[in-house]
C-alpha cells in the first residue's frame, strides 16, 4: 500500500481527543463528586503541558517556515487553526461543567465557593483582615509607565490587569497596573466554619485580591480589575554544539524555562476588549491564543481542594494495595525471586515491594552493587534514599539519571548531586538519547559466586505516581535477562559498539525492528490461512511505519486490539485498510499506563513489556527496553490482568471512530464490566496468587 494523507491522523488534535474523553470522567455522575472536580483539574494540568511543549512546536515551526507537512498531510499553520479551534470548544465546554455541574453539585453537599457579592458583613470583615494581614504586605504592584514597563512574568502565574483613573502621589497618570499574585499564596483558602454559613465554605484569593485591589492604589479610582495567566514555551534546548557539561548546562536553561515565549493567555472574560488587545501586545499573541473564561483562570490549584475537605463520600473509595503471595510469605525478597519471577501490578498491589527490595539490598552485606536508571523520582524518594544509605556503606553504587526528563529536571539534578556527595557513580546516559528505560541490577555474592536480581518496569521508580498510574513490574533472576541489563549499564556507562542481547529488545538498536517483525510475522501467519492475533496496549501510538505495518497486517486478516490510552493516529476501521483493527481507550481513576506487546505467533504466544510507547522518540532517540515474559504463569497472569479485562470493559472504555472521535462503550443492560474495579476487587490487601 503507498502512504497516503488519509492513512493517519494529526498528533495534536490526538491528544485534545483525549482530553475531552479525560473530561468526560467529570461530567459522569457515577463518580464521586471530588473526584469529578479533580477530572476538571486533570484537563487543565493536561493542557498547560499541550501548550507548553506540542503547541509551543507548532508555532516555532510556523515561526521558522521550516517544517514539512506532518503525516497526516497538514501544514503547521492548517494544523495550528485546527488545534485552536478545538481547544476554545474543549476549554468551553470544561467551564461550563464547573459552573453548571461540579460547583452546584457541592454546594448542595456543603462545599461551597462563596462569590464576593454574597458576603455576609462577618464574612467580608474576616477577609478585609486577612488581606491587610497576610496578602498586603507582600504584594508589589507595578503601576505602568516609562521608568515601570511591562514585567516580565512567571509562565502559569496568576495575576491581575487594573484599570486606574487619577493622578499618584508623584503626579503621574499612567491609567493601568499589574499585580501578581504571590505564588506562595494557594488560590483558594478556606473560611473558619463559625463564619462560613456552610461545612466547607472557601473563597478564591482572586475574589480576595478584587475586593480589595483599591487598597493598593490610595487616592485613584479603579475602573477594573481582571485577571489573567500567561503560559509560556517550556521546553528546554541545549545546544549539542556548544554544550560541554550537561548537568550545568541545563542548570542554566532551568532558571529561564518560565520566561519562554508566550503562547496562550487565559483572561477572565469580563475584561473589555481594549484591555486584552493590551494584553496581547505585550506577549505577542494573536486573538486565536486568548481564551475567554467564565471562572477562575488557573482551575490546575483547585485539585488541592479535596484535601481540605474531609467527606470520604464524595471520594474514590480507599484501598489498601495487595501483596504478590511470594513476597508475603517470605521476608527474604532475594529468596522469593531465586524461587521464580515474581510479577508486581501496580497499583493494585503495592509499589512498597520494589523499596523493600532496594532497601534489602542497601542493607545487605552480600550485596555488591546495585545500578539503576532514574527519569521520574520526585522530591522525596525513599528509593534515592536507599541508594544514597547503599553508597554509604561502601556498596558500589551506579546510577543513571536522565537529566533531560521533562519537567523534573530540578530534581533529577538534585538527587545527582546527592549521590555524588556519598561516592555514588553518577552517569547520564548518553547524550542526545534520553535513559527511558527502568532498570535496577543487584548484584550479591552467593556461595562463592555473583549472582544477579533485575527488577524491570513499565513506569518510572516513583512512589507516589505507582499508587496514581498502572503498571506491571518484574522481579527475576533469570540469568539471561540480568546478563542483558548488565550489558545495557556497560552501554550507558562506558563506550563500545552494541552488544547482541539475548531476550531484551532495546532502542534505538532493535526494538523497532523486532515489533515491526512481530507484526510481519503475525501477517505471514495469516496469510497461510492459520490464526493471528496481536495485542498492544500503550499510552500513545504514532510510529507511521508500525501503524503502515498493522495496516498490511489488517489488510492480511490479523485480527488487531489496541488499547491505547492517549493519542493514536492510526485510524482503525477502514474498509478495504483497517476492518480487523480495534482501537480503544480505557479512562478511569488511574491513568493507564501498561505497554504490553502480545504476538499470538502460532500458539507460542510471545508477550513482552516495556518502557516504551509506539512513537519514533521512544524507538530511535530513547535508551527504551521491551522484556519477555519466559515464566508461563506470570504470563497467564498478564493476560488476565493486563488484557483480557480491558477487551470486555463496558464502563470505562472508548472506542475510536475511523475519523479519530471515540464513542464511549456502553453495557447496553447487560452485565458491567470495569477493569479497574475487577483489578482492584481481585488484586487488593486480599489479593490472591
Not at 502480545?598 to 522518540?617: I, P, V
Not at 470493559?649 to 472508548?654: E, K, R
Amino acid at each position: 500500500m503507498t502512504p497516503s494523507i488519509d492513512l493517519f491522523l494529526n498528533r495534536e488534535l490526538g491528544l485534545l481527543e483525549f482530553n475531552r474523553r479525560v473530561l468526560a470522567q467529570a461530567e459522569n455522575p457515577a463518580n464521586p463528586l471530588l473526584e469529578r472536580l479533580k477530572f476538571l483539574c486533570i484537563v487543565s494540568s493536561n493542557l498547560d503541558e499541550f501548550f507548553e511543549v506540542r503547541v509551543a512546536w507548532v508555532k516555532e515551526t510556523i515561526r521558522l517556515n521550516t517544517a514539512r507537512p506532518a503525516p497526516d498531510g497538514l501544514s503547521p499553520l492548517a494544523a495550528y487553526h485546527r488545534i485552536s479551534e478545538e481547544a476554545h470548544h474543549l476549554v468551553e465546554r470544561q467551564y461550563r461543567i464547573l459552573r453548571e455541574v461540579v460547583l452546584p453539585a457541592l454546594e448542595e453537599e456543603g462545599v461551597q465557593f462563596l462569590r464576593r457579592g454574597n458576603w455576609t458583613e462577618a464574612q467580608r470583615s474576616w477577609v478585609r483582615d486577612y488581606f491587610f494581614r497576610e496578602l498586603m504586605p507582600v504584594l508589589t504592584p507595578i503601576g505602568l509607565d516609562p521608568a515601570h514597563p511591562f514585567p516580565r512574568l512567571f509562565n502559569k502565574s496568576l495575576n491581575f490587569v487594573v484599570e486606574l483613573d487619577g493622578r499618584d502621589a508623584f503626579g503621574r497618570v499612567s491609567g493601568t497596573a499589574i499585580v501578581q499574585a504571590p505564588r506562595i499564596f494557594p488560590r483558594f483558602i478556606k473560611l473558619p466554619a463559625q463564619i462560613s454559613d456552610v461545612e466547607h465554605g472557601f473563597v478564591f484569593l482572586s475574589s480576595i485580591l478584587h475586593a480589595h485591589v483599591g487598597e493598593l492604589f490610595p487616592g485613584m479610582q479603579v475602573k477594573g480589575c481582571y485577571q489573567f495567566r500567561i503560559t509560556r514555551d517550556s521546553d528546554l534546548s541545549v545546544d549539542d554544539e556548544d554544550v560541554k557539561d550537561l548537568r550545568a548546562a541545563l542548570q542554566g536553561e532551568l532558571s529561564q524555562r518560565q520566561f519562554g515565549d508566550a503562547v496562550r493567555m487565559e483572561v477572565a472574560d469580563n475584561c473589555p476588549h481594549h484591555v486584552e488587545e493590551f494584553l496581547m501586545s505585550q506577549f505577542g499573541l494573536a486573538r486565536s491564543d486568548v481564551y475567554r473564561v467564565d471562572g477562575p483562570v488557573n482551575l490546575v490549584r483547585l485539585m488541592q481542594v479535596p484535601d481540605q475537605v474531609d467527606r470520604p463520600d464524595l471520594k474514590f473509595k480507599p484501598f489498601m494495595p495487595g501483596v504478590p503471595a511470594q513476597l508475603r510469605k517470605q521476608s527474604d525478597i532475594f529468596g522469593a525471586i531465586r524461587q521464580g519471577d515474581i510479577l508486581l501490578h501496580h497499583p493494585f498491589q503495592s509499589f512498597t515491594s520494589v523499596i523493600d527490595l532496594l532497601q534489602q539490598a542497601a542493607q545487605d552485606p552480600m550485596v555488591v552493587a546495585i545500578k539503576m536508571t532514574v527519569y521520574r523520582t520526585g522530591n522525596d524518594s525513599a528509593l534515592m534514599e536507599a541508594l544514597i544509605e547503599a553508597a554509604s556503606a561502601g556498596k558500589e553504587v551506579t546510577v543513571v539519571v536522565e537529566l533531560m526528563a521533562r519537567f523534573d529536571e530540578e530534581a533529577n539534578i538534585n538527587w545527582a548531586a546527592k549521590l555524588e556527595r556519598v561516592g555514588a557513580h553518577v552517569v547520564y546516559g548518553v547524550y542526545g538519547y534520553k535513559t527511558h528505560a527502568k532498570m535496577l541490577l543487584i548484584v550479591r555474592r552467593e556461595e562463592g559466586r555473583l549472582r544477579r536480581y533485575v527488577h524491570l518496569g513499565t513506569g518510572n521508580y516513583h512512589a507516589r505516581t505507582a499508587k496514581l498510574y498502572t503498571d506491571f513490574g518484574l522481579m527475576t533472576a533469570n540469568e539471561e535477562i540480568s546478563s542483558d541489563v548488565h550489558d545495557i549499564f556497560v552501554q550507558l556507562t562506558g563506550m563500545g559498539t552494541s552488544s547482541q542481547l539475548k531476550r531484551l529488545w532495546q532502542s534505538p538498536f532493535s526494538l523497532h525492528s523486532s515489533v515491526l517483525a512481530g507484526i510481519r510475522r503475525e501477517a505471514a501467519i495469516a496469510r497461510s490461512g492459520r490464526r493471528a492475533i496481536i495485542i498492544a496496549k500503550m499510552n500513545s501510538l504514532l510510529e507511521p511505519a508500525l501503524i503502515q505495518a498493522l495496516y498490511d497486517a489488517s489488510q492480511a486478516g490479523v485480527t488487531i486490539h489496541l488499547i491505547v490510552r492517549g493519542v493514536c493516529t492510526l485510524r482503525p476501521g477502514v474498509p478495504g485498510m483497517s476492518e480487523n483493527i480495534q482501537v480503544r481507550s480505557i479512562i478511569g481513576r488511574f491513568l493507564e499506563h501498561t505497554r504490553v506487546f502480545y504476538f499470538l505467533n502460532d500458539g507460542a504466544e510471545d508477550l513482552y513489556l516495556a518502557s516504551a510507547d509506539w512513537m519514533g522518540r521512544n524507538f530511535f532517540r530513547r535508551v527504551e527496553v521491551a522484556f519477555p515474559i519466559l515464566d508461563a504463569k506470570v504470563k497467564r497472569r498478564i493476560l488476565r490482568e493486563g488484557v483480557r479485562p480491558y477487551l470486555v470493559d463496558n464502563t470505562q472504555a472508548w472506542e475510536m471512530q475511523p475519523d479519530g472521535r471515540y464513542k464511549r462503550k456502553a453495557s447496553r443492560g447487560g452485565k458491567v464490566r470495569s477493569a479497574q474495579a475487577s483489578l482492584l476487587a481481585d488484586l487488593g490487601a486480599h489479593d490472591r496468587d
